[in-house]
C-alpha cells in the first residue's frame, strides 16, 4: 500500500471523493480517541476531515471532467439588489484607498445570488415575486438618487429626492421584513454598503435602515462589518445632531449659536458661553466632522477670531459656500472611511482638515505654486506635485484654498508626514524621524505645543523654526511626496515595539533623568518630561538607525 | 445515580437513562414538569413547583420565579426574612427533582448533567455548577440545552442527518445551534443567542400592551409587587390563550373586581415586533460562523414553551422560507437529552458508538494595550486568543510583550466576549506573573487557553527567558469563596422545612385553592372557599382515606372551574 498524505493519513483511508467515506472515518478516529486527553490529536482530526472534505469536492470536480464537462456556472445573472451597471469594477472606486470591502463579502450584500437557484442550464430570468419586483424597483430607484446620472455626487439630496429616496427606502426595509433570512441578509449588506459608498449625500436615509436592521447594535462588537463601522460613527453623529436640538441638552444653545446665519455680533457672545461654543466645535470635529455643515461658515469662523479680520466685503459670500462646504464634509468623509476601512480603531489625531473658511478666494496658479514652494522648498510646483501623486495633490489644492484661515498649507502636510510613518520604508523612516526631531526641538521649551506636536496637530500653534531647520523640512517632506507617502491614509493597527537596552543606557545620558523617571515618561503620555524624552529617543535612534527595530523607527 | 436535568426558567425536568432510552421522572403531583418556583413562609416553611408557582398570586412578596435569568449575577432575594441567592434557589429545585427520582427508583441521585443555554456565559454556568453541588449533585457535565435537544431529535431514529438549525426559545433564553448527525457522531458546528429573551420577556410585552387598557385606579389600589405577580401570571395565561384562538380575555382580580380587556394575536404580534426582530440576529450569526447557508438546512427544530407562540412561529416561518419541525416536544427535548448525556458518561447501553462534540460559544481573550504610532496609549484592548464557535476540546497559544520598560509583573485579565472595548465583556478572571525587568518589548510572554468538553477554561502562562509559569483553572470570587460558601448554602436551605414529600399533593392543591380563592368574586368565590374549608377540616382529621376524597372533590371542583373561567 502507498503511504498516503495528510489528511487522508490521518483519517486512515485512501483519498476519495466519497464524502460518506471521509465522515465515517472520522467517525471512527473520533470514537477512538478521548478529545480531552488528546486535544491537539483532535484538532487535527478535525482539520484533517475539513481538508478532506474539501479535497473531495475537487477530486470529484476532476472525476467529473473527465466525461462530462458541465460548463461554467452562471453565476449572479439576475442579481438582486445589486449595483448593476453602476460599477463597472466590483472593487470599489479608487477614492476609497482601493480598500477592499471586506474579508466578510461572502456576509455583505453584493453576490448574494438572487433567492432562487436557477434550476436548468439556461433559466432565462430569475422569477422574482410581486414583493421581490417591487423591491428590486425601489432599489433601483434609490440608486439613481444616490448615483445621480450614474455618477457618484457631492450635493446633497434635494428635498424631492429625498421624498422618492425614502419611499424607495420604506419599500426595501418593508421587504426586508417579510423576506427569508437570505433575502434579508442580501438587503442590509446592500443598503450598508449603498450608503457607506455615497455618504454624505445618503445621510438622510440611514437612520431607517438602522432601525430595521439594527446597525448601532453592531457597533464596537469585534467582527462590525466595515461599511457599519464608517456608518456606525455617523449615525452617532446624527443621533447627537438630534439630541443637541433639545433644549435642555448642555450644548444646545452653542449649537443653535452657531447654525445662526452672519457673524455673531456682540449681544450673541454674551449669550451665549465661549467654552460651550469651544467645546462643540472641538468634540464635533473629532467625533462627528460632517456635523459642521449644519453651521454657518461664517458664524463659525467669527467665534473663532478669524472674522475680524475678513469683517467686509463677505456677505455676498453665502449663497457661494454650499458646495464648498459640502465638498469639505464629503473629504471628512472620505479620510474617516479609509481608517475605518483599514481597521483603525480610536480616533485619529487632530483633524487636519480645516474649518469652512469665513472667505473663499480661488488662489491663482502663480500662489498656488508658492505656496506649495514654501512647504516644499522652491523647485516644487502644484504640476511637478501632481506627477509624483495625483491623490496628495487633490487634497494639497483644496487645502491651499482654505490655507489662509487655518494656520497654512503647511500645517495640513505635517499631519500627513506624522501619518506617513505606517506605510514608510527604513530610509523614509529615517527621514520622518529626523522630521519629528525638528519640530520636537522647536517644541521643547513649550510643553503645550510639544503636546500638540505628538499627537499630529500643527494648526493651533505656529511653530518657529530657523533657516536651516526650514530649508531641512523641505527636503525631508519633499522626500516623503517623492516617496508618495502623504496622500495616502491608510494606518495600520498600532504595533508595539521595543527600546533596547543600549539606547536606554544613551538615552539616560543624554536627558539626564534617572531610570523611573524616564520608564515614567515612556509609558504615560501627560509626563512633563514627555517631550524631552521623546526627542531624546529620537535622538539617539536616529544616530545609529540601523541598530533598532522597524516598529521603533516608526513610532517615534 | 447519574440523571440528566433541564433546569429551566419557567420549568425544570429530570431524566434518566434507564433499558436504553431516556426517561422522564414524575414528580409528586404526576407531572412531567415542574415549575421553577420558590415560596417561603415566615418560620421557614418552603414551596417548591406548582405549589410556589400558585402561592405567586397570594404571596407575591415571598415567591420568586425566573431566578435563572439572575444567575452569575449578585443579586439575591429576599422571601420571608431569607436571603437567598439564586444559586440557593436553583438548588432547592434541584433537590425537589432528586426527591422525585429517590420517590421513584429507591435510589438517591448523586451526580448530575445540568443543561445550561448555549449562550450561558462563564459566570452563569460557574453558577449553575454551584447550584448543582449545594443541592448535594456533583455536576458531571453542563451541557447546551440546543445540543440536549438535538440528541433527543436525532437519536430519536438514529439516522443521519444533514445540518439542521435548533431553534431553543425557553422562558428566559434564547438559543440556536446548528447541528449535523453522522456516523453517531453530534456535531455542534456553531451556537449564538441572547441570554436575556424569552417568553417572559413576550408576557411583559402584554403587559404593557393591556395596562392602558385596564382601569387605572383600580390597579393602582393593589401593592405594587401583588399588581406585577397579578399582571404577569394574567399575562401568560392570556399568551397561552393566544396559541389556540385569534383573540384572548386578559384578566386580573383587583380588590373582587375582575377587570379585562381583549387581545387580539394581531394586535399582539406588533406589540411583539421588536423581539420578534431579535430572534433574527442569532440565527444570522450560527449561519455565518457556521458557513452553511439557509437553504442547505435540513430542518429547523423548535424547542422550548416560548415555540408554541404562533406569532414565533409565524416569524419563523417568514425568516426561514418554510414551515419549522415541531415533531419535538417542546418541553421535554431538552432533559430527555441532557440524560442521553447521562447515558453517555455511564456507559449506557446502546450508546456505545454516539460521541458529542461542541462548540465555545463566546470568544475568550486577554486584555491588552498597544501604543499607536503617535505613541499614545490604547487600553483594554481584547485580544481574542479563543474565537467563538471553535469546536471543544481546543487549546490555543498566542504570544505578547511588554509594553513598559524594566517591567515587572505582566498581568492577563481574562475575557469572554465579542467587543472590542473589553469593559463591555465579561471578565473571568486575573493572573499576574512576574518578569526580568527588561526594555520594552524584550519580553515574551506566552499565554495558552485551554478550554475542554465540560466547558473548564484552563489558562497557562509562560515566560519563555526565566522559565516561569503559571497555571489558572479560571476562579473568580465567587468560586474562590465557594467551598466555604456551599457548605454553608447548604446548611441555611435545610433549615428550611420543605413539606415532606407524601403531603406534596396536599399542599399544591390548598396552594392552588387559595390561588383559585383570590381570583374570584361573587358566588364562585364562595363555593371555593367553602371548599378549601372542607379540605381544610379533612387533612385535620389525619384520615388517609378521609384526606383522599376530599382531595379528589376539591380537585374535581377547581378542574371544573378552571374549564369554566378564563382564568
Known amino acids: ?556 | 445515580m447519574l440523571v440528566g436535568i433541564d433546569l429551566g426558567t419557567t420549568n425544570s425536568a429530570v431524566a434518566l437513562w434507564r433499558d436504553g432510552a431516556p426517561q422522564l421522572v414524575p414528580n409528586a403531583l404526576g407531572r412531567e414538569l415542574t415549575p421553577s418556583a420558590v415560596s417561603l413562609a415566615k418560620g421557614g416553611e418552603t414551596w417548591v413547583g406548582q405549589a410556589a408557582l400558585d402561592r405567586m398570586a397570594t404571596n407575591p412578596a415571598d415567591t420568586v420565579t425566573s431566578f435563572k435569568r439572575m444567575m452569575g449575577t449578585a443579586s439575591t432575594v429576599t422571601l420571608a426574612g431569607t436571603t437567598l441567592t439564586p444559586e440557593d434557589l436553583s438548588a432547592m429545585v434541584l433537590r425537589s427533582l432528586a426527591d422525585d427520582v429517590e420517590a421513584a427508583t429507591g435510589t438517591r441521585p448523586t451526580e448530575a448533567v445540568i443543561t445550561v443555554p448555549a449562550y450561558f456565559n462563564e459566570r452563569q454556568r460557574r453558577a449553575t455548577r454551584r447550584a448543582g453541588e449545594i443541592a448535594g449533585l456533583e455536576v458531571r457535565r453542563l451541557i447546551n440545552e440546543p445540543t440536549a435537544a438535538a440528541l433527543a431529535f436525532g437519536l430519536a431514529d438514529k439516522g443521519d442527518r444533514e445540518p439542521f438549525l435548533v431553534f431553543d426559545l425557553g422562558g428566559g433564553t434564547f438559543d440556536v445551534s446548528i447541528v449535523e448527525m453522522f456516523e453517531g457522531i453530534v456535531e455542534v458546528r456553531a451556537s449564538a443567542g441572547d441570554n436575556r429573551l424569552g417568553g417572559d420577556d413576550f408576557d411583559e410585552v402584554l403587559v404593557r400592551l393591556v395596562e392602558p387598557l385596564l382601569p387605572a385606579d383600580a390597579l393602582a389600589r393593589l401593592p405594587a409587587d401583588r399588581r406585577r405577580a397579578l399582571l404577569s401570571l394574567a399575562a401568560e395565561r392570556t399568551r397561552r390563550a393566544l396559541t389556540t384562538s385569534e383573540e384572548a380575555d386578559f384578566t386580573v382580580v383587583a380588590d373582587d373586581t375582575p377587570l379585562t380587556a381583549r387581545v387580539t394575536a394581531e394586535g399582539f404580534e406588533e406589540a411583539a415586533s421588536g423581539l420578534l426582530k431579535r430572534l433574527r440576529e442569532p440565527v444570522i450569526r450560527a449561519l455565518r460562523d457556521s458557513h452553511i447557508d439557509v437553504k442547505s438546512l435540513s430542518d429547523i427544530v423548535l424547542v422550548g414553551g416560548a415555540t408554541r407562540m404562533p406569532v414565533v412561529r409565524k416569524a419563523l416561518t417568514r425568516m426561514f422560507g418554510r414551515f419549522p419541525n415541531s415533531t419535538v416536544h417542546p418541553d421535554h427535548a431538552v432533559a430527555l437529552g441532557a440524560a442521553i448525556q447521562a447515558g453517555l458518561l455511564s456507559g449506557g447501553d446502546g450508546l456505545e458508538e454516539i460521541r458529542i462534540t461542541d462548540v465555545a460559544p463566546f470568544t475568550l481573550g486577554v486584555s491588552t494595550a498597544t501604543r499607536d504610532a503617535h505613541g499614545r496609549f490604547h487600553d483594554d484592548i481584547f485580544a481574542p486568543i479563543i474565537e467563538r464557535n471553535t469546536p471543544v476540546p481546543v487549546s490555543r497559544m498566542e504570544r505578547f510583550v511588554t509594553l513598559g520598560d524594566n517591567q515587572r509583573q505582566v498581568t492577563f485579565a481574562i475575557y469572554q466576549g465579542e467587543a472590542r472595548d473589553v469593559k463591555k465583556n465579561v471578565k473571568l478572571g486575573e493572573l499576574t506573573v512576574p518578569v526580568p525587568p527588561k526594555p520594552a518589548g524584550e519580553v515574551g510572554v506566552e499565554v495558552r487557553f485551554t478550554y475542554d468538553t465540560s466547558g473548564l477554561l484552563d489558562v497557562d502562562v509562560n515566560v519563555p527567558l526565566t522559565g516561569l509559569t503559571r497555571n489558572l483553572v479560571i476562579v473568580d470570587e465567587d468560586d474562590r469563596r465557594s467551598k466555604k460558601d456551599i457548605a454553608e448554602s447548604r446548611k441555611r436551605l435545610e433549615k428550611l422545612k420543605v413539606h415532606p414529600r407524601d403531603e406534596a399533593e396536599n399542599v399544591a392543591l390548598l396552594a392552588r385553592a387559595e390561588r383559585a380563592y383570590e381570583g374570584f368574586t361573587g358566588p364562585m368565590r364562595d363555593i371555593i372557599g367553602q371548599g378549601l374549608t372542607e379540605f381544610q377540616g379533612a387533612l385535620d382529621k389525619q384520615d388517609p382515606r378521609i384526606i383522599a376524597d376530599a382531595r379528589e372533590g376539591l380537585t374535581r371542583l377547581l378542574d371544573e372551574i378552571d374549564t369554566q373561567s378564563p382564568l
Request: contains cysteine.
Open chain 1, 1 to 556: 500500500m502507498i503511504r498516503r498524505a495528510f489528511p487522508w493519513s490521518r483519517l486512515g483511508i485512501d483519498p476519495t471523493s466519497d464524502k460518506a467515506a471521509i465522515r465515517k472515518a472520522y467517525a471512527d478516529v473520533l470514537r477512538s480517541i478521548n478529545p480531552d486527553e488528546d486535544i491537539a490529536g483532535f484538532a487535527d482530526l478535525r482539520r484533517a476531515r475539513d481538508q478532506a472534505l474539501r479535497e473531495a469536492v475537487w477530486l470529484a470536480e476532476r472525476e467529473a471532467a473527465g466525461d462530462d464537462d458541465t460548463g461554467d456556472e452562471d453565476e449572479d445573472e439576475g442579481e438582486l439588489y445589486g449595483l448593476g451597471a453602476l460599477d463597472g469594477d466590483d472593487d470599489g472606486d479608487p477614492d476609497w484607498g482601493g480598500s477592499d470591502w471586506g474579508e466578510d463579502a461572502d456576509g455583505g450584500g453584493w453576490d448574494i445570488a438572487p433567492a432562487f437557484t436557477p434550476g436548468e442550464m439556461r433559466a432565462p430570468e430569475p422569477q422574482l415575486t410581486e414583493a421581490q419586483q417591487r423591491a428590486q424597483a425601489a432599489w433601483e430607484q434609490l440608486l439613481q438618487i444616490l448615483y445621480p446620472g450614474g455618477q457618484p455626487s457631492d450635493n446633497a439630496v434635494t428635498h424631492s429626492e429625498f421624498e422618492i429616496g425614502l419611499a424607495a427606502l420604506d419599500v426595501l426595509l418593508a421587504r426586508a421584513e417579510e423576506a427569508d433570512l437570505e433575502e434579508h441578509e442580501a438587503l442590509d449588506g446592500a443598503l450598508a454598503d449603498l450608503f457607506a459608498r455615497t455618504w454624505p449625500r445618503s445621510a438622510p436615509f440611514v437612520e431607517p435602515a438602522n432601525v430595521a436592521f439594527g446597525w448601532l447594535d453592531e457597533a464596537g462588537v469585534l467582527e462590525e462589518r466595515a461599511a457599519l463601522r464608517f456608518l456606525n460613527q455617523r449615525i452617532k453623529g446624527m443621533r447627537f445632531h438630534d439630541k443637541v436640538q433639545q433644549p435642555e441638552h448642555p450644548l444646545h444653545k452653542a449649537w443653535v449659536e452657531l447654525s445662526r446665519p452672519g457673524r455673531a455680533g456682540v449681544l450673541d457672545r454674551l449669550r451665549v458661553n465661549r467654552l460651550d461654543v469651544h467645546k462643540l466645535l472641538v468634540g464635533m470635529r473629532e467625533r462627528y466632522p460632517e456635523l459642521e455643515s449644519y453651521f454657518d461658515p461664517e458664524r463659525v469662523a467669527s467665534w473663532e477670531g478669524a472674522g475680524a479680520a475678513s469683517a467686509e466685503g463677505v456677505s455676498n459670500a453665502g449663497r457661494g459656500f454650499a458646495g464648498a462646504v459640502l465638498f469639505v464634509v464629503l473629504f471628512f468623509a472620505l479620510i474617516r472611511a479609509i481608517g475605518a476601512l483599514s481597521g483603525v480603531g480610536g480616533d485619529t489625531p487632530a483633524d487636519n482638515v480645516p474649518p469652512p473658511p469665513s472667505q473663499l478666494l480661488e488662489p491663482t496658479a502663480a500662489e498656488t505654486d508658492a505656496q506649495v514652494a514654501q512647504v516644499f522648498g522652491p523647485g516644487t510646483d502644484m504640476v511637478g506635485v501632481r506627477e509624483i501623486d495625483p491623490v496628495f495633490a487633490d487634497q494639497l489644492s483644496l487645502n491651499i484654498r482654505y490655507s489662509k484661515v487655518n494656520g497654512g498649507l503647511l500645517a495640513f502636510v505635517r499631519n500627513r508626514a506624522v501619518q506617513a510613518g505606517d506605510a514608510a520604508k527604513f530610509e523614509e523612516l529615517v527621514a520622518l524621524g529626523e522630521l519629528k526631531r525638528i519640530w520636537l526641538r522647536a517644541a521643547l521649551d513649550n510643553p503645550a505645543q510639544c503636546k500638540n506636536v505628538m499627537a499630529g496637530d500643527f494648526r493651533s500653534l505656529p511653530l518657529a523654526l530657523g533657516k536651516a531647520e526650514t530649508a531641512r523640512e523641505q527636503e525631508l517632506l519633499r522626500r516623503l511626496l517623492d516617496a508618495k507617502l502623504l496622500g495616502n491614509r491608510i494606518t495600520k493597527p498600532a504595533t508595539t515595539f521595543s527600546i533596547p537596552g543600549w539606547a536606554i543606557d544613551k538615552m539616560l545620558k543624554k536627558s539626564g533623568l534617572d531610570i523611573d523617571e524616564l520608564t515614567l515618561a515612556l509609558k504615560s503620555p501627560e509626563h512633563p518630561k514627555r517631550c524631552l524624552v521623546s526627542l531624546t529617543l529620537a535622538e539617539v535612534v536616529l544616530a545609529e538607525p540601523g541598530r533598532v527595530s522597524i516598529d521603533l523607527l516608526r513610532a517615534l
